[in-house]
C-alpha cells in the first residue's frame, strides 16, 4: 500500500512539472513575439496632434519668438524731441468770437514754452533713414530739434527729411553708417492670428521693450485720429505711451508695421493697439525722401458726400457704399466725363468703394497722370466714367 501511494505521488510531481513546463514556454514564446514587435513600433511612432506637431516642447506648443526679437530690437531706437511752442496769455482765445473781434490776435500777448516728446523709431536703412510717426517730432508748423538714442547708447542728432500728416510718418536722418536696419516684411500677407511682436520704448525710459501678441484685424479705420489715409493693422500685443514710432514685426522679425496708436478708457494699454502697415509706410518713405512730399492723386472740380442709408433710400440705390456727388464744376474733367451732381460714385477700377475714406485712399493711391474708371449709380442704372486724376496740392505732406 506505501508502494503504491509512493509512485502515485512521483507521478503527480511528473504532471505538474510537465503543466509548469508549458505554462514557462507558452510565456517565453510570448515574450519573444513582443520583442520581435518592438522594433517595428520604434519605426512608426504614433503620430502627434496636430497642434503640437513640431511646437517647441519647451513653450508648450507657443511659437519661440525668441530669434525675431533679437534680431528686431537693435534697429528701434528712442526719439526725443524738443521745440519751443508759442501759446496766447489769453484764456479766451479759443473763442471764435474773441479771435474774430480782435482780428486773429491776442492783446495779452504771447509766451513761449518749452514742449518735450518721446517715442520710438526704427531703423529702415543702414546709411542712417529712420521711420517714427509725426505726431513723436512734434507740431508740422514748429521747427524742432529731434535726437536718436541708439542702442549702443549714441545720441545723434537727426534732420527732418519730411513729414506726412494724413499718415502720421516721418522720416529722419541721423549722420552714421553700418546701422542695423530691419528688413522690410509684406504687410499685405498678413493674417489674423498671426503672431506679432511689438517693440518701443515705452514711457521713454524703458528701451527695446518687447510685447508679444496676435493680429487681431487688418484694414481698420480710426475716425477722428490721425492717419486719416490709413487702413491699420490692429493687435493685441501692448501698446503704452512712448511706443508710438516702434516696431510691429512678425515671426521672422521683419518689419510689418509703425505702432501708431492705442484704443483704450484708461490711457494705458488695453489690449487694443494699431499701426501702420509697413507697405504703406515704405511708399510714404520713399516720396519724402525722393520730393520732399507725398504725391498723392485727386479729381479736380467734384465735391463729395459721405452715403448713409438714408442718402441711399432718397436715391433707391441698392445700399449705401460708395459716395455721394454734392457739387461738381461744369468745366471739370469729371464733368466731361458724364458724371453729375447727384450721382452717386460707387466703384473705382471694379473695386467696390465701401465709404469715404476708402474712396480717398484708393484715389491717394492712383497713378498721377493716368485715367480711372468710375462706377456712376444714377436713376437705378451704373455706368462707366474714366476721369483723369492729377496731383493734389496738399499742404500737409512736405519736407522740414
Not at 501511494?5 to 508549458?22: D, E, K, P, Q, Y
Amino acid at each position: 500500500m506505501d508502494q503504491i501511494r509512493r509512485i502515485a505521488i512521483a507521478s503527480l510531481f511528473v504532471v505538474l512539472g510537465f503543466v509548469a513546463g508549458l505554462v514557462l514556454t507558452g510565456r517565453l514564446r510570448s515574450a519573444d513575439r513582443a520583442d520581435a514587435q518592438t522594433p517595428a513600433a520604434q519605426e512608426r511612432p504614433a503620430p502627434q496632434p496636430a497642434a503640437v506637431r513640431g511646437a517647441d516642447p519647451v513653450r508648450g506648443g507657443l511659437p519661440d519668438l525668441t530669434g525675431a526679437a533679437q534680431t528686431a530690437i537693435p534697429s528701434v531706437p528712442n526719439i526725443s524731441s524738443r521745440q519751443v511752442v508759442r501759446t496766447p496769455n489769453s484764456p479766451f482765445f479759443n473763442d471764435p468770437f474773441f479771435r474774430d473781434f480782435f482780428g486773429g490776435g491776442d492783446p495779452f500777448g504771447y509766451r513761449e514754452r518749452l514742449q518735450q516728446s518721446l517715442g520710438s523709431g526704427v531703423i529702415v536703412s543702414s546709411d542712417g533713414y529712420v521711420l517714427t510717426n509725426n505726431h513723436v517730432i512734434g507740431d508740422a508748423r514748429a521747427r524742432a530739434e529731434v535726437s536718436v538714442t541708439l542702442p549702443d547708447k549714441r545720441e545723434l542728432r537727426a534732420k527732418i527729411v519730411g513729414v506726412d500728416e494724413e499718415t502720421d510718418l516721418a522720416v529722419l536722418k541721423i549722420d552714421a553708417r553700418n546701422l542695423p536696419a530691419m528688413a522690410w516684411g509684406d504687410s499685405s500677407k498678413l493674417k489674423i492670428a498671426e503672431w506679432v511682436l511689438a517693440i518701443g520704448n515705452p514711457f521713454g525710459v524703458l528701451s527695446q521693450t518687447v510685447t508679444a501678441g496676435i493680429v487681431s484685424a487688418t484694414g481698420r479705420n480710426i475716425e477722428g485720429a490721425q492717419g486719416s489715409l490709413v487702413d491699420f493693422i490692429q493687435t493685441d500685443a501692448a501698446i503704452n505711451q512712448g511706443n508710438s514710432g516702434g516696431a510691429l514685426v512678425n515671426a521672422r522679425g521683419e518689419l510689418i508695421g509703425i505702432n501708431t496708436a492705442i484704443f483704450s478708457q484708461s490711457g494705458g494699454s488695453q489690449g487694443v493697439g494699431f499701426a501702420i502697415p509697413s507697405n504703406l509706410a515704405k511708399h510714404i518713405m520713399a516720396d519724402l525722401i525722393a520730393h520732399g512730399e507725398v504725391r498723392r492723386g485727386t479729381i479736380l472740380g467734384i465735391m463729395l458726400y459721405p452715403m448713409d442709408a438714408r442718402l441711399a433710400a432718397d436715391l433707391r440705390a441698392p445700399n449705401a457704399k460708395g459716395v455721394y456727388v454734392s457739387d461738381i464744376a461744369t468745366n471739370s474733367d469729371a464733368y466731361a466725363a458724364g458724371i453729375r451732381e447727384g450721382d452717386i460714385l460707387v466703384s473705382f477700377n471694379n473695386t467696390t468703394i465701401e465709404d469715404a475714406q476708402h474712396f480717398m485712399r484708393l484715389l491717394a493711391d492712383a497713378p498721377i497722370g493716368g485715367t480711372v474708371a468710375m462706377g456712376v449709380f444714377r436713376s437705378g442704372r451704373t455706368f462707366s466714367a474714366k476721369v483723369p486724376i492729377v496731383q493734389s496740392s496738399s499742404v500737409r505732406s512736405r519736407r522740414r
